[in-house]
Every structure is written in C-alpha cells, then in structure tokens.
C-alpha cells in the first residue's frame, strides 16, 4: 500500500513526460540523413515533383512516376509525352504495371499507384537529390523503383525490385510503359496530322531474347532516335498505343486490355501514338526472394551509337555504381558550404534542400517545370532569371556556371542591353536566330501619337544582372584572365563567327554604358519593356528605380572588378556614375515614408501613397539598401514601411494594394486578381532581398524572421494550406488580399532559391568570396551564441567557428586564422589544406 503511494506522488512530481501525440505529417516528412523528403501518401494537394539529370539530358519525375524526359532542350527535343495539365490520377507519358497471375486471371497494380489507383498496402515515394524512389506493398510484394540519370549519361535508368514478401510463391510480370512525344513539343499539341504521319517505332530483337524499341520521328531517324530496353529478356512488347490499351482505345490506362493476355502484340507503330511497352516475365519469385531489372529509356543519333550505353546500364553492377557515383556528386557539392547554427530547419534548407534547388534553377532557368511547360518559343533560358541563377551555384561549380554565363554574354547586343532569352538548341545549332526579345514581342507595332514605337524592345534589367554574375564568378574563383577572352555579340541573322566580338570586360563595359545612356526625366534608368517586375510594362520614358538600384550595385560590382585590375581612373569613373544615379535618386524617388517604384514617361509615380492601388513595393525599399543608394534614416524609414505595410506571417507582399480590375494602362499586373504574383501577392523572389538589406541594417534578427517565413520545409504542418512542395521554394504565394491567402504555386524555378541561399549563406551566416579572401561577416538573431560553417574557396576548406558571446547582431570583434589574430575579417586565401577560422561577434 505504502510504496503504492510513493510510486503515485513521485510519479505527480516526475516532468510532465510528453505523452500528447504529435500528428504525424498528414503528406510526408524530412529524412535529413537520407537528404531525402519521403511522401507516404500519393494524394498530394497538387501535382509535386522531382529533377532527374540536366538540361543535357533528364528532365522532371513526378510523385506518382510520370516522368517528363527531354534533351538539350524542352521545346526543342522533348522524349516523352507529359501532358502536365492532366489530373493527378492519369497517366502521364509512363508507368509499371505489376501482373501477379492469380488462377486464370491477373491481378494488376502500379507501384506509383497511378494510373491503376489500385489500393496499396504501403506506398512512399522517397524525393532524393536527382533520384526518386518508390516502396510500394500490395498483394504480398514489395516493389522498389528507382528513376534517375546516370551523371552525364544520356539515359534515363529505372532499376525495379519486386520482393515476394507474403509465402508461397508468386508469378509475376513486370510492364514498364512509355508514351513518346514528338520532339517539337508544342507541335505535339497542336498538330494531329504531321505529326502522327512521322511518328515511328521499330522493335528490334536481338538473338538472346533482348529487345530494344527504336522511335523517332521520320525526319530524326538519322539524327536522333529514342529507345527503350530492359537488361534482362523481354516476352513481347508493344509499340502502338491503340493495341497496347485494347479494343480500340476503349481500354484504359487504368487497365490496358492488352494485360490480360500473357504476351503483349508485339505491335510496331508507322505512324501514330508511339509508345513503348515491355512484357517482362519475371517468372515464379519463391518467398523473400527479390527479382530485379533495369529498364533504359534514352537518346543518341543512332543505335548504333547507343549501343555502348546499352551494354553498359543492362549490368546492374553498372547500374549501382552509376547511383553512387550520383551520391558522390552531390555528397561533394554540399560539401562547399556545410553550416551547423542553432536552427535545425535553417541547417537543413541551407546544407541540402536549397542548394540542390539552386543546381535545378541552373539546368531549367525558367524553362522547364509543372508551371513552365516548355513549350514553343515563348520561354527559353532567361536572361535576367539565369544570371541570377549562376550566382546560386557559383560556389559550387564555378566552371559549370561559367558556360552558361558565356552563353548569356553572347546574346548580349552591341548596344549593350540583352536579349531577353535564348534556345538553348538553336545556340547550339548556330542558326542565327538563336535569342529572342521575350514578352516585348507582343507590343512590338504598337506605336505612340507621333508614330514612334510605344513601348521598348528592350528590357531595363537583364544586361545589368550579368555584372553581378561575373563579378561572382570572378571573386569565386580569382581567375580575372576571364576578362580578356572575346565572346561575340548578338546580331540577329548572323552566324556567330560573324558577329561583333568584346571581350568579357567590354561586355560588361557596355551594359554599364548602356544604362548610363538610357536615363529618363528624372536621371533614373529607364523602365524598358520591364524590370524585373515583368508584369509592369509602362511606354517607353518611364523610369525604374529597381533599374536603378540595381545599375547602381552593378556599378558598385565593376569599381570592385577594375580596383582589382588596378585600373584607377575606370574606378573612378565608375564612382562618378555611381554617385550621379545616387543623387539623382535621393532628389527624386523619396515619397515621405518610402522609396517610389517607378515614374511614368510624364513624371507621375507609382509606388507612392497617393496612388490608389500598388502604394508601396517591396524591390522600391529593399534594393536601395542593396545597393547603398539609400542611406541613414530613409532606409530605415523605408524598410520599416515594407514591414508594416506588406509583411504577412507568409511572407513579404511584392505591393499593396493590389489592383482591382485590369487597367490596361497599367497591364500585366492587373491581369491578376488582388493578392496573386506581382499584384499583391507574396512574390517569394523578392523576400531574400528584404532578408538581405535587413543585414545590411545590422539587423539580424528581423533578417532570420523573414527567413524563417518562407520557409518551405516548416510549412509540412500546413500543407492543406500551402499545397506546393515543402522541399522546395515556390515562386509564388497568394497574399492576404485572396482567399486562399498562404497558398504556393510555381514551385522549383524561381529567382528565390539562388537569393535565399546568398542571403542565408552570404549575409545571415555572412561568407563570402571576395577578391583578397573569404570574407566573414554574419548577421545572426540574437538569441544565436554562434555557430560553425565550413567553406571550400580555391581549394582550400575553410572551418569556421563563429562565438556570439554577447548576443549581438553583427560586428566582428575578432578573426582568428589558423591561431593568429589578423586585423580584419577577411581570411586569406590559401589555395590548399584546411584552415581554422575562429571568429568572436561583439
Ligand atoms: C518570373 C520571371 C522573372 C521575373 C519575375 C517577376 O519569375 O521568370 O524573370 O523577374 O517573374 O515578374
């Protein structure tokens, strides 16, 4: 009785244990040590997805196995037929089918559980870096698939497990499909006579019972054929889709007739719906035994040509090594920059989820993703989007980051200003036409009272964006004989050879230049057809002070190129045209509590508190800190406005109020209902410049609040409301003038994931590669006592400890390297070997 009673009142004065449940993540959760996010449920609130490979050769798996494979480029040579606007529950350009015989019948499901919708005892699709996995349990198998693209391989690999996990033992046939898509993509859509004319699959047998289906397109059979194989013999296969689904397509992807017999048709397809389907008997599978195969679904010129691959990918022991080589790739590319700070969700965006988003937003620009189709001419590799895409990346592979900056500097006018976007193909191909001048286009006849073009064929940003890019390359990697290799300008209709040359200073020289000369009524840069507000397209004479902003920190980029060049008199030239815009700007944007966005070509402001929509932007406050235009009191003043006036618990509003109705005055931006993208809606791009100008201000604790807002990965509690992946940022988020007010959309390719990361990386944690040394310079919250980083800068490592002893923001007291105190915060470069960086905040 007595220790009954001890046992009770100890058990009282015991800490409360932590006995309430935790809802388990109703879609899925983080396994931080696998890097992976795993979904348990394949009914996400919308369509999610994965990267495999590059834009040389890859493209976007989906949660549920559509796979969307194209090469070289998505408009271009697209493989297979993803049509993304299709419900969750179709299928979409392949799947596997598992057949288990069961008595006279079969029993069929799908391992991705679309398109069969077959209930599933299990299912978790692991989302990897580069690769997907599925575990799927159903009828007493485990099913393993795993898609990925060996690194610079041509092939898409799909290496499937079925494990007899129930006794006895069961029959089983594995039919893995897929759909090809002309490689016109848009064409595709748009065209059901041609292109169903060129359409062709071919099976080819080979003597030991392999198959390998050959399709192309009539014209690209002696250029570029797809294919698909397995490494192991095939019953039959099929190649037409009408004898593939049965009775003349009234059998279904949900159930293809043709399952019921125990061979495919063996159907080739002259003409049609091209698909490929493999019959693979995987034979009797005895209990706990696994059988295993690999199917290859890829692009060369010929088969010839593939034949190597081919032969490579059917051993599995090849197929393993190619998926850790994968994990070697990445193990090594966040091995750059690997921080360990007091906030476990900020260590894990920053050490894996976002740079792996920045390596994607490289490959796809703005190309490629559920959101950007790819189709057509109309998008392409942006301009403006991949300059700042590189800087996401430049630490990582600054080489890599190099071709595509080569690529964007050659479609760089003689003028100066950029083309909007290339073809990456086209480029390629040399054909002269290679660029194009993005959404200008559409306003291009329309003409003002005196007859002359309304609106600009130019845009006011996208040449300005690549100093910066440069200028990180170059202190990335301290290689200035960049400078001096000539790359050619655009000029439309010429081949490349042809065409005007600079060098890469010259380049840079002349997008300075160009916006020096192209100032309006007030001194300020001109708009063009936009800044990087897209959707702001006001007739030519209208002035930007996000152009101006940003001229103003790109001059800042090249007073840094040319000091380190030792070029005196270009540094002080450029300070002259850095101080000019600055005047001009004081004198003319300050509104009374912030910074006005633009000026029409009368002088009348937007971005001001007398306007009745659109009173205040968040690129009109931050990007003045940014580039230190604004200064003392009214960046304060102007930051605090934004805080007041456009932050939200889900993230900082790109303006507000938004417009109302569309006002064709005002054009793309009223196009959107009040609280959607660029009209009031939380634009996520443009929330790490406010992160970033906060830490300009010194204060880090309202910087890591507006990091912590956008967060992706803490929005897994709330995905009935966010509804877009939480490993990944989103483009955009509806802002609170929407009903659906928290809401993201456009997930992957977004300028947010290059800018989060500089800003967590570069000015929160504050490293940064400059000219003479990695610079160390944090702006942490408070709270933070410190934390520890590593760096890889020019070959060396560089392990850093930062002490916050007396809860401050910013300030570096003390650097201590390698055991001596140095009298900066600069760590010099050593080019080798590891280095301890002891730094003390105070
Ligand atoms: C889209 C565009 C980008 C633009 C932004 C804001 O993200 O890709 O270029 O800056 O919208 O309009």
């Not at 007739?539 to 001059?555: C, D, M, W």
Request: aromatic residues 12%.
């Amino acid at each position: 009785m007595a220790t009954k009673t001890v046992k009770k009142s100890a058990a009282k004065k015991a800490p409360a244990k932590k006995t309430a449940k935790v809802a388990a993540p109703k879609y899925g959760y983080f396994d931080d040590a696998a890097k992976e996010y795993v979904l348990t449920t394949p009914a996400t609130p919308i369509k999610w997805c994965n990267y495999v490979g590059t834009l040389n050769f890859g493209g976007i798996v989906d949660t549920t196995g559509g796979t969307l494979v194209c090469k070289g480029d998505p408009a271009l040579n697209r493989i297979t037929k993803y049509i993304a606007q299709m419900p969750c529950s179709d299928f979409k350009a392949s799947t596997i089918y598992i057949r288990i015989k069961d008595g006279k019948n079969y029993k069929i499901f799908s391992p991705f559980y679309v398109p069969t919708l077959v209930k599933l005892d299990k299912w978790e699709c692991h989302v990897g870096l580069s690769y997907m996995r599925w575990i799927a349990e159903a009828f007493g198998l485990r099913v393993q698939v795993t898609i990925f693209v060996p690194t610079g391989s041509n092939t898409l690999l799909q290496d499937i497990q079925v494990t007899n996990i129930a006794g006895g033992s069961k029959e089983v046939d594995i039919i893995p499909v897929y759909e090809f898509s002309h490689f016109e993509a848009e064409k595709q859509l748009t065209n059901a006579d041609w292109v169903p004319q060129t359409m062709t699959l071919k099976g080819h047998w080979e003597k030991d019972g392999h198959v390998v289906l050959e399709q192309y397109a009539y014209m690209k059979r002696d250029y570029a054929v797809n294919y698909v194989t397995a490494d192991c013999k095939v019953g039959s296969f099929d190649g037409d889709r009408r004898v593939f689904l049965g009775q003349n397509e009234m059998g279904s992807w949900a159930n293809p007739l043709s399952l019921q017999n125990k061979e495919l048709a063996n159907s080739e397809c002259d003409r049609g719906d091209n698909i490929a389907a493999l019959m693979i008997h995987a034979g009797k599978i005895a209990a706990k035994k696994t059988f295993r195969t690999c199917t290859q679904l890829g692009q060369e010129q010929s088969l010839k040509v593939a034949a190597k691959a081919i032969k490579k990918y059917r051993d599995l022991k090849n197929v393993d090594k190619a998926f850790d080589e994968l994990a070697k790739f990445w193990e090594n590319y966040l091995s750059t920059i690997q921080v360990n700070t007091p906030d476990a969700a900020f260590n894990s965006m920053v050490n894996v989820h976002n740079p792996r988003q920045c390596h994607t937003t490289k490959n796809w620009s703005r190309y490629l993703s559920l959101y950007q189709l790819g189709y057509g001419t109309s998008r392409g590799i942006g301009y403006r989007d991949s300059s700042q895409d590189l800087m996401g990346v430049m630490s990582h592979m600054p080489e890599e980051a190099l071709v595509l900056t080569k690529n964007l500097l050659s479609v760089q006018r003689p003028e100066g200003n950029a083309m909007h976007q290339y073809a990456p193909l086209a480029l390629e191909e040399d054909n002269g036409n290679e660029a194009n001048a993005g959404d200008s286009r559409e306003k291009k006849g329309v003409l003002d009272e005196n007859g002359n073009p309304a609106y600009a064929d130019w845009y006011g940003d996208d040449h300005l964006w690549i100093v910066l890019t440069v200028a990180n390359y170059l202190r990335e990697t301290g290689k200035m004989e960049l400078l001096n290799e000539e790359i050619p300008f655009y000029e439309a209709g010429k081949k490349r050879a042809q065409r005007e040359k600079g060098t890469v200073l010259e380049h840079l020289k002349r997008s300075l230049k160009f916006s020096r000369e192209h100032l309006g009524k007030h001194g300020l840069p001109l708009l063009g057809f936009a800044d990087w507000n897209d959707c702001m397209n006001l007739p030519l004479g209208a002035e930007s002070t996000f152009n101006t902003a940003l001229y103003a920190k790109a001059l800042l980029e090249m007073m840094g190129i040319e000091e380190a060049l030792g070029d005196k008199e270009a540094v002080e030239m450029y300070k002259g045209w850095y101080e000019d815009v600055k005047k001009a700007f004081n004198d003319s944007a300050w509104d009374g509590k912030w910074w006005t966005r633009w000026f029409d070509k009368d002088g009348n402001g937007y971005g001001v508190s007398s306007a009745k929509y659109g009173k205040i932007y968040c690129n009109g406050q931050s990007w003045p800190v940014i580039s230190g235009i604004a200064f003392g009191d009214r960046a304060v003043q102007g930051m605090d406005s934004l805080n007041k006036l456009l932050n939200t618990k889900y993230g900082v509003k790109s303006s507000t109020p938004g417009y109302r109705g569309f006002e064709p005055a005002v054009g793309g931006i009223s196009t959107y209902p009040p609280g959607a993208k660029e009209n009031g809606g939380i634009f996520l791009h443009t929330n790490p410049w406010v992160m970033i100008a906060e830490t300009i201000l010194g204060r880090g604790d309202k910087a890591f609040e507006y990091y912590c807002q956008i967060n992706p990965a803490s929005k897994n509690g709330i995905l009935d409301i966010f509804e877009s992946e939480p490993y990944c940022y989103p483009q955009n988020i509806l802002g609170d003038e929407h009903k659906q007010f928290g809401m993201g959309r456009n997930a992957w390719l977004s300028g947010t994931s290059s800018w989060t990361y500089q800003a967590a990386t570069q000015f929160i944690i504050g490293i940064r590669a400059s000219f003479d040394g990695l610079v160390v310079d944090p702006c942490i919250p408070s709270a933070w006592a410190g934390f520890e980083a590593t760096r890889k800068f020019r070959g060396a490592t560089y392990q850093i400890t930062v002490k916050n002893p007396n809860h401050v923001c910013k300030g570096v007291a003390k650097m201590v390297v390698d055991g001596q105190e140095i009298d900066s915060n600069v760590a010099p470069v050593f080019t080798k070997g590891v280095h301890k960086v002891e730094v003390t905040l105070g």
